[in-house]
């Protein structure tokens, strides 16, 4: 039984490619979005991630192999691992990038990082025990609506811009992963569809630059090529577990955290259909291990076991891939060699990569549901328009124009932008949109008492403040969570109380549909039990 075979070195360039590119925008958007200084990215992020990388691609790799000769069979393919791009994406925005914005303290903002990091990471291990429990009780309607709101508009809307602003460099590297994975057909040579439009959209770059025909310029020196080895960042982590800051984003970290213990057994179900049938416990185990060490090592960025088992299985890759992908990043980010691509490959050249995985986010969340809970999905996806009209463009405009929320709130009705609608929908949008979707499809399902109890948390979450609820602190937007004192010392015990009220009184209704259909579908099937047997009484 052979350890390494040819498909391992197609499935590594495949898998190493898909993570560099992962490491390669978290370099950048740290330094740009989140205020870091490239000496923390560089010597504690980066290195970080390494590590989780390794240890989860060493286990999944030594886990095919243990497969292997426990079946007999030679075809086992190890599970695919990597950096969680959604969650990458929701952190970096939606709770790294709003610290900086609010403390201007780089530190801090690295802090919360590794706070959410770390909850990813404990949410995953205890998936292992409970995921298909919450599989069960969760339609996949609420679930992957809310994870293809944030794949719709922070991960595709946000980037697209960014490559239409530079068509020269990265409209033809976009165009190329496009025809190669929506086609699924091999490019020339045989090389992945993500190095060639690296490789391309580099070529374009560097040709225009020499010409004097494109305004693109190489990034700024991130630091020198050095020996970064792992630090721990146990210490800061433990310091910020009680800054009541953190915690204000649970309603950020809770569903992604979710959606990553979902995705990974969806990922393992995959895996099982293509002929691999691997645990459950220890594989969901491992993969929330390694979002944890990722944290303690200054990793802001939680890992996962990625899709597409399949495709790696197609391509001949076994188990070796997986191994020496761990092997080869651990490498290049221990070396500094980060520093090196950065300076070389523009960063508009990898976007297509993020636009595909949004397109196909948000692709999947109405594929993959049952054809009347569309609907639900659709409806699941408003919020997340909310949060990213005021994070990305409303804050954005109003700070370059000296102005606060508070100042425009009246004015723009006059516009037809009803700004405080938008503040509401867009707090603690992610859970807003899976209660949205969820309550939605049990309603099309007519499963009104289901629809009933998700109607009751929606009330819950809004009277502590988890949705809707937020105060304008300073002409700004901030959270508040009950129970809490107000300005006058008073206790309050609710928060976002219509909100609460409102969902309440639909649970009521609910309710009370399902009591009186109920009633008459019995009386219905009485009717017809006797029209098939009038002796029956």
């Not at 069979?73 to 990597?82: E, H, K």
């Not at 293509?274 to 185990?285: K, N």
Request: aromatic share 10%.
């Amino acid at each position: 039984m052979k350890y390494f075979v040819r498909g391992d070195i197609d499935g590594f360039f495949g898998l190493f490619i898909d993570n560099m590119l992962q490491l390669m925008l978290i370099q950048t958007m740290c330094v740009n979005i989140c205020g870091l200084p490239p000496e923390l990215v560089n010597g504690m992020i980066l290195p970080g991630a390494a590590i989780s990388i390794l240890l989860g691609n060493l286990f999944y790799g030594f886990q095919a192999w243990s497969l292997m000769k426990k079946t007999g069979r030679d075809d086992i393919t190890a599970l695919p691992y990597g950096i969680n791009t959604p969650s990458m994406i929701a952190y970096i925005f939606l709770v790294m990038a709003p610290v900086y914005r609010q403390t201007n303290d780089a530190t801090l903002t690295w802090q919360v990082g590794l706070f959410a990091c770390l909850l990813s990471g404990i949410m995953e291990c205890g998936g292992a025990f409970v995921g298909d429990w919450l599989r069960k009780h969760t339609p996949r309607a609420g679930l992957l609506s809310a994870l293809a709101g944030v794949a719709i508009t922070f991960i595709s809307m946000n980037f697209i811009f960014q490559l239409f602003a530079s068509p020269a460099i990265a409209l033809l590297p976009m165009l190329i992963i496009l025809i190669a994975y929506a086609s699924r057909i091999k490019l020339p040579i045989g090389l992945p569809a993500g190095l060639i439009a690296i490789l391309v959209g580099a070529g374009l770059a560097w040709t225009l630059k020499y010409f004097g025909m494109t305004e693109w310029k190489p990034a700024a020196s991130a630091g020198a090529l050095a020996l970064n080895m792992p630090q721990s960042s146990i210490k800061p982590l433990v310091t910020f577990l009680s800054n009541p800051l953190g915690w204000q984003y649970m309603s950020i970290i809770f569903p992604m955290g979710l959606f990553n213990i979902i995705g990974s057994l969806q990922n393992l179900e995959s895996a099982e259909a293509a002929g691999d049938v691997y645990p459950t416990r220890s594989s969901l185990l491992v993969n929330g291990l390694g979002s944890i060490v990722a944290s303690m090592f200054g990793s802001c960025f939680p890992t996962t076991i990625y899709i597409g088992h399949p495709g790696w299985k197609a391509m001949g890759a076994r188990a070796g891939y997986s191994i020496l992908n761990g092997i080869a990043i651990t490498a290049v980010c221990f070396t500094g060699g980060m520093t090196l691509l950065q300076q070389w490959i523009p960063v508009e050249a990898m976007l297509g990569i993020l636009l595909w995985i949004g397109i196909i986010i948000t692709a999947q969340a109405f594929s993959a549901v049952p054809k009347a809970h569309t609907m639900a999905v659709a409806f699941g996806l408003i919020p997340a328009f909310a949060a990213w009209s005021l994070d990305i463009l409303i804050k954005p405009c109003l700070i370059l124009g000296g102005k606060t929320l508070t100042d425009v709130i009246e004015p723009l009705k006059g516009f037809g932008v009803y700004l405080k609608g938008i503040i509401s929908l867009s707090q603690g949008f992610l859970v807003t949109s899976l209660l949205y979707a969820a309550i939605l499809a049990f309603i099309i399902d007519r499963k009104l008492n289901k629809a009933a109890a998700w109607s009751i948390a929606a009330a819950v979450l809004s009277a502590t403040g988890v949705i809707h609820a937020y105060e304008m602190v300073d002409g700004n937007v901030a959270n508040v969570f009950a129970p809490m004192r107000d300005g006058d010392g008073q206790m309050r015990y609710m928060v976002a109380t219509e909100f609460a009220w409102v969902y309440l009184a639909t649970a009521a209704l609910l309710m009370l549909l399902h009591y009186t259909h109920r009633k008459m579908d019995k009386e219905i099937s009485l009717e017809q039990s006797l029209d098939r047997d009038p002796g029956a009484v």
